[in-house]
């Protein structure tokens, strides 16, 4: 099974503030990841996939990068509607998600 | 607009069985993977099963294998999951998910919850 390991848990940032979260095969998935954002009550919103294509509707500040086993996804600048809690998904082999990353306002 | 609606949700008892259902609008289900997904209360999101578009391939998590099955109706744009000797660990909110032949899990409904207590 592919484990994905996903940091940090939760995060702190400000209005404004530039916001990274990694994400780390347990083996190599070539450029099968996804990224979500779930806000409380609500189902996942997919986000980023295939590591760095930009799901139709996604506002521009959210990115993603990667390659093999190793992932990030970027908020350039944060905005009070970005809080949520974010995960990575692999999807080469079956179907993983990270632990996930709550995000919170400073 | 897609739309995927699950039901049948509740209470189960332990060794007890539910079958959960997803109705799908808006989009054309039988040329789609669908995807269960669950999310146990506070806690993150658990791939649980696929089914592929015409129904003949399924595959499961390891926590589910034996005991919960896939299966569609694409004559009725319904997606099940029957869940059989049911377990306090599977008491969770049960997403059904619209994927791709890339396994992109693209839409999602918003869950049924699932509770398994005696």
């Known amino acids: 099974d592919i484990q994905m390991t996903q940091s940090p848990s939760s995060l702190s940032a400000s209005v404004g503030d530039r916001v990274t979260i990694t994400c780390q095969a347990s083996?190599?998935?070539?450029?099968?990841l996804s990224w979500y954002q779930q806000k409380p009550g609500k189902a996942p919103n997919l986000l980023i996939y295939d590591a760095s294509f930009l799901e139709t509707g996604v506002p521009s500040r959210f990115s993603g990068t990667g390659s093999g086993t190793y992932f990030t996804f970027t908020i350039s600048s944060l905005q009070p509607e970005d809080i949520a809690t974010y995960y990575c998904?692999?999807?080469?082999?079956?179907?993983?998600f990270g632990q996930g990353t709550k995000l919170e306002i400073k | 607009e897609v739309q995927l609606v699950e039901s049948g949700g509740g209470l189960g008892q332990p060794g007890g069985s539910l079958r959960l259902s997803c109705s799908a609008s808006?989009?054309?289900?039988?040329?789609?993977?669908m995807h269960w997904v669950r999310q146990h209360p506070g806690k993150g999101l658990e791939w649980v099963s696929r089914?592929?578009?015409?129904?003949?391939?399924?595959d499961y998590a390891d926590s589910v294998k034996g005991r919960f099955t896939i299966y569609r109706d694409n004559a009725k744009n319904t997606l099940y999951l029957q869940l059989n000797s049911l377990r306090a660990e599977d008491t969770a909110l049960y997403y059904c998910?619209?994927?791709?032949?890339?396994?992109?899990?693209?839409?999602w409904g918003q869950g049924t919850p699932v509770t398994v207590s005696s």
């Open positions: 808006g989009f054309s289900f039988s040329n789609y993977w």
């Open positions: 089914i592929n578009a015409d129904g003949s391939h399924t």
């Open positions: 998904h692999q999807y080469e082999t079956l179907h993983t």
């Open positions: 998910a619209r994927g791709d032949t890339s396994m992109i899990i693209q839409y």
């Open positions: 083996q190599d998935i070539a450029t099968y």
